[in-house]
């Protein structure tokens, strides 16, 4: 449950790192790839210090920011976003509600 749990908060990372900037979302669309935890570090890193503080983040993140801060510094390091459980991706439907 845990891993569920920071595998959909990565997954809202990427969600949020979407909405920064539309032409980067246009650009990663084409090549079929998500983007990179350092792409999104850059995107989201508004002090550019290469870190997440809480303040820099938002939603789920935001909300399980703790559970990713492994050395409870009260910073994302990319190491922590990048051992952070990946969601798993696959061509399931998607959560409609019909």
Excluded: W, Y
Aim: charged share 30%.
């Amino acid at each position: 449950m845990k891993n569920l749990k920071l595998g959909l908060l990565i997954t809202a990372l990427v969600s949020v790192s979407s909405c920064v900037s539309a032409q980067d979302e246009n650009q990663h669309r084409k090549g079929g790839k998500p983007p990179s935890v350092e792409e999104m570090l850059a995107q989201m890193d508004m002090n550019e210090d290469s870190q997440l503080s809480e303040s820099e983040v938002k939603g789920p993140l935001k909300n399980d920011f703790s559970k990713i801060d492994s050395n409870g510094d009260g910073l994302l390091s990319i190491e922590e976003l990048t051992n952070a459980p990946k969601p798993k991706r696959g061509k399931g439907p998607r959560n409609r509600q019909d």
